[in-house]
């Protein structure tokens, strides 16, 4: 069901499938099997997403996304109405965990596009890494 191996890939697209947790290519698969295990391939459309490498990116990035959100929100209730620090703990805290929960599997949905959009690490078709299924791991 594959089309092209050589067809134009736009990146906005692919990016907003990823951030959707679909696949980068049809759109209409689910990239993830687990919260954050990707799957091999698109059960849709076949296209093959094993040799993915996210890594440790998705981590870092929702770390500069929650950090520039958490820190200015913290500061400005701070300055503004001065609450005791137990309640400040108490709701930045959970607020914190929660939002770099809900942001991984975007994130990384997003990166794994990003390299699908730009035939990185064995996207390309036409690399030896396309070929030969990932020896490393999921």
């Known amino acids: 069901m594959k089309g092209d191996p050589l067809a134009r890939r736009v990146l906005w697209p692919a990016l907003a499938r990823g951030l959707l947790g679909r696949c980068p290519n049809c759109g209409r698969g689910r990239i ?5 295990k990707v799957a091999n391939h698109c059960p849709i459309c076949g296209e093959m997403l094993h040799h993915h490498r996210a890594d440790d990116a ?7 996304i929650v950090g ?11 300055l503004a109405y001065r609450p005791a620090y137990w309640i400040q703990f108490a709701f930045w805290l ?17 990166i794994v596009a990003l390299q ?4 990185m690490h064995g996207f390309d078709p036409g690399s030896d ?3 030969e299924p990932n020896s490393l791991g999921p």
């Open 32 to 36: 993830f099997c687990a919260y954050l």
């Open 129 to 131: 890494a396309a070929r």
């Open 68 to 78: 520039h959100i958490v820190v200015p929100l913290a500061l400005a209730i701070e």
């Open 58 to 64: 998705p981590a870092y990035f929702v770390i500069l």
């Open 94 to 110: 959970p607020a914190t965990v929660a939002l770099a929960l809900l942001l991984l599997q975007p994130v990384k949905g997003a």
């Open 116 to 119: 699908w959009a730009y035939r």
